[in-house]
Nanobody
Framework: QVQLVESGGGLVQAGGSLRLSCAAS????????MGWFRQAPGKEREFVAA????????EYADSVKGRFTISRDNAKNTVTLQMNSVKPEDTAVYYC??????????????????WGQGTQVTVSS
């Protein structure tokens, strides 16, 4: 069992930066690939970024590639999403998720086992 709690959301101006964190509880955290997803009003939830169990592999949605960076610290049971050069279209509720497997492909394919409650990110123009 893994429980996920996101933090770090808020209001930021376009072009600025924001850092989201996901704190995980559970002894098996390091076994899972982790990911970030987001859902904007009136839209479906979409994939943002994924990181493998070791942190050696990452994947990003094309819309955030080069601007967002996902990382993890297995010793601290945390996953972080560094958001730079944010745009108004990045406005959404951001969710942390734990995969049912160890590779990033399991996140991209939507094979998620656990979800956080979400944190709101609002980018003003």
């Amino acid at each position: 069992q893994v429980q996920l709690v996101e933090s770090g959301g808020g209001l930021v101006q376009a072009g600025g930066s924001l850092r989201l964190s996901c704190a995980a509880s559970g002894r098996t955290f390091s076994r899972y690939a982790m990911g970030w997803f987001r859902q904007a009003p009136g839209k479906e939830r979409e994939f943002v970024a994924a990181i493998s169990w070791s942190g050696a592999s990452t994947e990003y949605a094309d819309s955030v590639k080069g601007r967002f960076t996902i990382s993890r610290d297995n010793a601290k049971n945390t996953v972080t999403l560094q958001m730079n050069s944010v745009k108004p279209e990045d406005t959404a509720v951001y969710y942390c998720a734990a995969s049912s497997g160890s590779a990033t492909v399991t996140v991209v394919q939507g094979r998620l086992a656990y979800w956080g409650q979400g944190t709101q990110v609002t980018v003003s123009s």
